[in-house]
T-cell receptor, first 112, second 119 residues
Framework: LAKTTQPISMDSYEGQEVNITCSHN???????ITWYQQFPSQGPRFIIQ???TKVTNEVASLFIPADRKSSTLSLPRVSLSDTAVYYC?????????????FGSGTRLQVQP | EAGVAQSPRYKIIEKRQSVAFWCNPI?????LYWYQQILGQGPKLLIQ????????DSQLPKDRFSAERLKGVDSTLKIQPAKLEDSAVYLC?????????????????FGPGTRLLVL
């Protein structure tokens, strides 16, 4: 299966906007793109989900281009508590077989 | 609303021993997932159930791993015999619905995981 790739890590300061991109070249036609946040010793927690264009909720925005081969999670005005690992999840379709595939994860470190 | 429950939280065993993990999904959730998360990596899907039927077990090492979901509610994941490389966190998740043949991904709710160390 093709990999779903993300940057390994990112650094930011409190109050800044952070954008994390996920590349998913073989996303299945009918699948949504979902982003999760994970703290140490906890299971992933849902942040946002979208199919195309832009989705916004109370904590984040998700930008998806027309070809849907990538997506960008945008966290406005991050705080120290946003320090975590962020994962994208898609249905990856390769060779006619679909499989739920998490990205490799992006470790976000927010500094004061 | 109660979340996804898993037990035990931690387990240490020696290689070649057997181990079992238990998961109780959110009430009413038809789909249940087991993931393996090795340190520093994203979760890898092992098996997906819809009610008590298997949707996807393509990445489950069937020579040593088995899972069941009797009555479409609780689930157990077993490893027999364990290898050193099975050391990981085993995550259980559930969602309201999940299409049998793939398609739209439903929001998954994860349990805290079981951390397994194989010595």
């Amino acid at each position: 299966l093709a990999k779903t790739t993300q940057p390994i890590s990112m650094d930011s300061y409190e109050g800044q906007e952070v954008n994390i991109t996920c590349s998913h070249n073989n996303i299945a036609t009918n699948d949504y793109i979902t982003w999760y946040q994970q703290f140490p010793s906890q299971g992933p927690r849902f942040i946002i989900q979208g199919y195309k264009t832009k989705v916004t909720n109370e904590v984040a925005s998700l930008f998806i281009p027309a070809d849907r081969k990538s997506s960008t999670l945008s966290l406005p005005r991050v705080s120290l508590s946003d320090t975590a690992v962020y994962y994208c999840l898609v249905g990856d379709e390769d060779g006619g077989r679909r499989a739920l595939t998490f990205g490799s994860g992006t470790r976000l470190q927010v500094q004061p | 609303e109660a979340g996804v429950a898993q037990s035990p939280r931690y387990k240490i065993i020696e290689k070649r021993q057997s181990v079992a993990f238990w998961c109780n999904p959110i009430s009413g959730h038809a789909t249940l997932y087991w993931y393996q998360q090795i340190l520093g990596q994203g979760p890898k899907l092992l098996i997906q159930f819809q009610n008590n039927g298997v949707v996807d077990d393509s990445q489950l090492p069937k020579d040593r791993f088995s899972a069941e979901r009797l009555k479409g509610v609780d689930s157990t994941l077993k490893i027999q015999p364990a290898k050193l490389e099975d050391s990981a966190v085993y995550l259980c998740a559930s969602s309201l619905v999940g299409p049998p043949g793939g398609g739209v991904s439903e929001t998954q709710y994860f349990g805290p995981g079981t951390r397994l160390l194989v010595l």
